[in-house]
């Protein structure tokens, strides 16, 4: 079998290299770079938002379901699930104006302490964020006294949207398990 020189293969290769750049550049790639601007992106921002979430467990009007229960003799409730449509109103008091909701779910995750693993939009109903959500998703140790989780996303003018968002308890009834949280969210977005 003949061998082929360095300069045989090095024109091989330019020439692979060639055909793969013509052929993406003729739409057979699936993907592209674009400019910001074809979506309508302007200028990055800070914007801050203080909320309190409104967890209510128990009663007529409870806003979080379990779906899944906690596994025998936890102390921690490990492994129950909860469903959430929690309120999201401008001040602590439920019958403060509400300025969306939070949607999504709870799980108790660890087996040590109450952590639970938070996955949520918050979906804002009213003024200029009407239709838009952010979307958090972490860990939540609920009995540290300030829990810091990502903002992964969102929608509406909160496309590309990245942050953090700060939990601290307001209230919480041990009787009920109902709970008032306050969240200040920091979110970069277009």
Known sequence: MAKLSENTLAAHFIFTIFIVSALAENGSSFARTMDK???????????????YWHDIVGGENATAVPVVFPSRNSTTAFGMISVIDDPLTMGPELSSKMVGRAQGFYSAASQQEVGLLMAMNFAFMEGKYNGSTITILGRNTVFSKVREMPVIGG???FRFARGYVEARTHRFDPATGDAVVQYDCYVMHY
């Open 37 to 51: 601007k074809v979506l309508g992106m302007k200028k990055e921002k800070l914007s801050h938002f203080r909320l």
């Open 155 to 157: 929608s509406g003018l």
